[in-house]
């Protein structure tokens, strides 16, 4: 599954350099309930070669909105006007909003997540593809190493492409466990694969690798 999904993901053409994509529904602040993300295909047409048409509706339609409806129970009117990265970077780290935090950083993971992926993927831009190559050697030395952390992230969790500010905007592969968000190590993301069990046991069973 991991390989699979770097290719229609890093190929998408989809993701900014020094930055992280564009989620204008999950940055801005607004008032209005969370929802899911408008995909940029037909998830009933699935996302080939990758995953089914029902893999597709057991994430997407099921879990994904499961953090939204849970994220909005939760919310309540207390963050109105704040965006979710926002609601993130305030609860991180308050034990008392545990619950809240996880179905927010899961709705900002799963929005980022279906923002990646596309059908066949697309030609990768010349910055990204130069970025990665001086970073890693080559594309391929790339995707060897992510596919590594992603099989050797233990449980469920995320495997993330990462700007780092700090340090000059080098990239950096990032392991997160469970709802895990690497936003809230400063890092800004530009490439996410999910690694729980529900985003591809469906078509892949225990190949995660794949």
Known sequence: MLRRVVNVSIASGR?????????????????????LPKLGFNWKDGCAPVFSSRQMELHYTKHHKAYVDKLNALAGTTYDGKSIEEIILTVAHDTEKKGLFNQAAQHFNHTFYFRC???????????????????????????????QAGVNNFGSGWTWLCVDPSNKNQLVIDNTSNAGCPLTKGLRPILAVDVWEHAYYKDFENRRPD
Do not use: R, W
Request: without cysteine; charged residues 15%.
């Open 15 to 35: 993701m900014a350099l020094m930055g992280y994509a564009t989620l204008p529904d999950l940055l801005k602040p607004t008032g209005a309930p969370a929802e």
């Open 117 to 147: 992926i596309t059908p066949n993927g697309k030609v990768m831009p010349k910055s990204l593809e130069s970025a990665i190559t001086a970073q890693f050697g080559s594309v391929e030395q790339f995707k060897d190493a992510f596919v």
